[in-house]
């Protein structure tokens, strides 16, 4: 497992942060036994916490010309049929993943195409499960086109405590499906929308990880 480049900066803070505090209890309060213990169990913990948050475990990804792949690690919260009013405009298939602040962050492309559409949209930090979420929070809109045509979009949502989106794609990009689209820091969202009629291979609440669940196969 190595740690994603997403998370040098935050790490080298929180490591700067824990040697003040450390730094400053060890000083001022080194006859209170009970609370440099307490610090040191509170840094390790927050040490471990940020860690795991930006690592980057190896995996053997599943691809597949007609399959539509997890985008991210999470739970499924969403399988419905709804107005998408951003690019389609017309009724697609919804199916969202909720990402929890354990769960690996990094979003990975559903399918290989070409990038016919990226938008990034400022906005609110409502909690990731609200379902104005997807359409008032800070995000981002990604569309990608399959070699048959059938363009699929996919979104980052920002949460509560998400206030980061990185994305590293462009209208106009050739993609490779599983490779890393972007990134959302602390807990977020991606929503997927696909064609009516797509078989979807998952079902609600259930447990996905990105770059490896069969989440839909194309017709």
Request: proline letters at 4%; glycine letters at 6%.
């Amino acid at each position: 497992m190595t740690i994603h480049k997403e998370g040098y900066t935050t790490i080298a803070v929180s490591l700067l942060f824990i040697f003040i505090i450390n730094a400053v209890v060890d000083y001022k309060f080194a006859d209170l036994t009970w609370l440099r213990w307490f610090i040191y169990i509170f840094s390790f913990a927050l040490f471990v916490i940020v860690l795991q948050f930006f690592r980057n475990p190896s995996r053997t990804f599943t691809t597949g010309e007609n399959l539509v792949i997890c985008p991210a690690d999470g739970k499924v919260v969403v399988i419905e049929e709804t107005e998408e009013g951003e690019y389609f405009k017309d009724k697609r298939l919804q199916v969202s993943i909720f990402m929890s602040p354990v769960n690996v962050h990094i979003n990975r492309n559903p399918i290989s195409g070409v990038v016919k559409f990226f938008k990034y949209h400022p906005g609110k930090y409502l909690a990731a499960w609200n379902p104005k979420s997807s359409t008032e929070n800070e995000r981002t809109t990604v569309v990608v086109e399959h070699k048959n045509g059938t363009p699929v979009l996919f979104r980052q949502i920002a949460g509560a405590l998400a206030r980061r989106i990185v994305w590293y794609v462009k209208e106009g990009d050739n993609v490779a499906q599983t490779e890393q689209f972007g990134f959302i820091k602390f807990g977020s969202r991606v929503d997927i929308f696909l064609p009516i009629g797509t078989k979807v291979n998952l079902e609600l609440d259930q447990v996905v990880k990105g770059g490896i669940t069969v989440l839909a196969e194309l017709s």
